[in-house]
Nanobody
Framework: QVQLVESGGGLVQPGGSLRLSCVGSGFTFRDFAMMWYRQTPGNERESVAS????????DYPDFAKGRFTISRDNAKNTVYLQMNSLKLEDTAEYYCVARSLFAEYWGQGTQVVVSS
């Protein structure tokens, strides 16, 4: 059974930091590119960060550049998203995604709320 379990979300003040984690199981984690997406109510999901199976980071979208960092630890089947200098507009549900040529898996999401 494939699972992607996100954690690390929560309430943070503007300017603060959070580190999201996503643990994968039930598939060969090291063979999959990993991504983080986010979604706010009424809006489409948008890509936040991507990292290849080999650990190469795909360019970040403009809103994430300089603030967000994706990394992975294949030994722990885990992908991380370090988010710094958080802004009110970063409030969203954050999803972990595993993707290969043949399959795509999504986690259930973890909520991030940036509020003063």
């Amino acid at each position: 059974q494939v699972q992607l379990v996100e954690s690390g979300g929560g309430l943070v003040q503007p300017g603060g930091s959070l580190r999201l984690s996503c643990v994968g199981s039930g598939f060969t984690f090291r063979d999959f590119a990993m991504m983080w997406y986010r979604q706010t109510p009424g809006n489409e999901r948008e890509s936040v960060a991507s990292i290849t199976s080999f650990g190469k980071i795909i360019d970040y979208p403009d809103f994430a550049k300089g603030r967000f960092t994706i990394s992975r630890d294949n030994a722990k089947n885990t992908v991380y998203l370090q988010m710094n200098s958080l802004k009110l507009e970063d409030t969203a549900e954050y999803y972990c995604v595993a993707r290969s040529l043949f399959a795509e898996y999504w986690g259930q999401g973890t909520q991030v709320v940036v509020s003063s």
